[in-house]
């Protein structure tokens, strides 16, 4: 199963491993219930453009890891899966930064035990090229009923497969119910496309996980893993068509891969990763849209915000319950007891939680999601706008990048003018623009040297912004102690109420000078974009 090439062919000898097919996958598995996932089968996108009524199988699957989990903490997955009389063993890899795009590799074996010497684990290096040496033990199993249907659709072939079963590990099982989408031949845009026609016939979401790490983490007992931002692959000699199709790609597997954490909710990081891969998201759709306009970055710009505003509340009250409290409870203050004021605020942690999670499911969320992988495979941007910005989209990314820091540099100068008389409003519009400052220059500074200059602007102003957010976290306390003091009257909760009122207020103060030392510095410090 990869993109461009075909699938290993499953002939010749049964009793010997055949060599293994190494490639690329290209699917988008969708989430759903057992009855939606009967009504799409008949789905008139679907039946329409079938190639044939499709097939039915059986696949019975065993997934293999060492005590450890060195497989499963690699992001990749070790299996053997029936099907008839057929096996295949199958190692697929982590994603490497697209939601879409798995490496794998495969190879036919005699039976369900592993054969490790039919698939070249060397040439992937640690930890793989060990596997044989090592204790590998089956971790969960698969049962699964699958019908597939070839689809002709929007010039591609796609491979839709309806997936009903269960995972198994020991005792532990959990419900298998999805659709998978995978890319036979032409556009991988086209995956997105029918999805969101398969959207508007019943309720569908992208699935967050494969059934590997579905499977793993019902063994092992691990929650979802938050994620942070990784590197764009820009390169100097970029247009910047290049640059936007890279930049909006690295934040889409942020956002990606941070859906489920958030989900969950187990880890406070999980919800505050996937609000700064929106805000990153929002940061580059904004730099953009100043020189192209075009209307699928504006739409998504929009749908980006609303998804963040949800996550909103639960952040602020993880941050309350995490770090504010716990920071004054480490200096003993006489007489105080936060034990009350934490019982108080679970409930309204709670809620914000639960809203996040009907958030993150909501069709709404799903469209936005699928949109947003269309337009960047399709690259979208490139419609409804006029000559001047198709030539920009020609250019060399390095004018363009000057010209968009530049103007998000002088809106800071600007906001930040008569700095010591800026009241919190302003302070805070103040940080928000340096964010985005500081995500468009974490962006584009592979176009530039990466010199003492650049070093030396970054430090200032993410210094600059740490104590602004500082300084707002204050006042978002301040918002949160006003709703839990009118839910209770218990007078260990206002002490501390009151305790954490008065530390505060003496943080601001010695906060104001800071915020003007720094405030200083970053006026000084020469844009790495002038060299």
């Not at 029936?82 to 490496?103: C, D, I, M, N, W």
């Not at 199709?245 to 891969?257: D, F, G, I, R």
């Not at 749908?303 to 200096?331: C, H, M």
Request: hydrophobic share 40%; glycine share 6%.
């Amino acid at each position: 199963m990869s993109e461009q090439t075909p699938e290993v062919q499953l002939t010749g000898d049964i009793d010997a491993p055949e060599p293994a097919a190494a490639g690329r996958e290209v699917e988008l598995k969708l989430f759903t219930d057992p009855d939606t996932l009967q009504r799409l089968l008949v789905a008139a996108v679907i039946t329409r453009n079938a190639t044939s009524k499709g097939v039915v199988r059986r696949l019975e699957a065993t997934y293999y890891d060492t005590p450890d989990a060195v497989i499963a903490r690699q992001g990749a997955s070790l299996r053997v899966r029936r099907s008839g009389k057929q096996f295949v063993q199958t190692l697929k890899l982590a994603s490497e930064g697209s939601p879409l795009q798995r490496r794998e590799m495969e190879a036919r074996v005699p039976d369900s035990a592993l054969q490790l010497d039919a698939l070249p684990l060397a040439e992937l290096g640690a930890p793989f090229a060990t596997l044989p040496g090592a204790e590998l033990v089956p971790v969960f199993t698969t049962k699964i009923r699958r019908h597939t249907k070839v689809v002709a659709f929007g010039g591609a072939v796609i491979e839709v497969a309806f997936d009903e079963g269960t995972l198994s590990a020991g005792e532990k099982v959990e419900a298998v119910c999805e659709i998978e989408l995978e890319l036979k031949a032409g556009g991988a845009g086209t995956l997105y496309e029918l999805a969101l026609s398969l959207l508007e016939q019943g309720a569908v979401r992208i699935g967050f996980q494969s059934k590997a790490e579905r499977g793993y983490a019902l063994a092992f007992g691990t929650a979802p893993r938050a994620e942070k931002a990784f590197a764009t692959g820009i390169a100097p000699a970029d247009t910047t068509d290049d640059v936007i199709a890279k930049v909006l790609s690295a934040c889409q597997w942020h956002v990606m891969a941070n859906l489920m954490a958030a989900h969950h909710g187990q880890d406070p990081e999980g919800v505050h990763q996937l609000r700064v891969a929106l805000r990153r998201l929002r940061t580059a759709l904004s730099l953009f849209r100043k020189e192209v306009p075009a209307s699928a970055l504006q739409a998504l710009g929009l749908d980006a915000k609303r998804l963040a505003s949800a996550l909103g509340p639960a952040r602020n009250w993880d941050v309350f319950a995490t770090s504010t409290i716990a920071e004054i409870e480490r200096a003993n203050l006489p007489g105080v007891d936060f034990t009350a004021l934490r019982s108080a605020t679970a409930a309204p942690r709670a809620r914000s939680y639960q809203a996040v999670r009907v958030d993150l499911i909501d069709l709404e969320c799903t469209r936005f999601l699928l949109s947003l992988g269309r337009v960047i495979e399709r690259r979208s941007w490139r419609n409804d706008i006029g000559v001047e910005a198709l030539a920009v989209l020609t250019q060399p990314a390095r004018d363009f990048a000057g010209r968009g820091l530049t103007r998000l540099h002088r809106k800071a100068l600007k906001q930040g003018h008569n700095f010591r008389k800026l009241r919190p409003t302003a302070r805070h519009e103040l940080r928000l623009t340096l964010k985005k400052l500081r995500y468009g220059s974490e962006f584009l500074l592979p176009l530039y040297d990466h010199d003492g200059a650049a070093r030396k602007y970054l430090k200032r102003m993410s210094r600059l912004q740490d104590i602004l957010g500082i300084d707002n976290d204050i006042t978002t306390t301040q918002s949160l102690l006003r709703e839990v003091e009118e839910s209770t009257s218990l007078p260990q909760v206002h002490k501390a109420i009151g305790a954490i009122t008065g530390w505060q207020g003496r943080d601001r103060i010695e906060t104001a000078e800071a915020l003007r030392r720094s405030w200083r510095k970053f006026i000084d410090a020469e844009p790495f974009w002038h060299g």
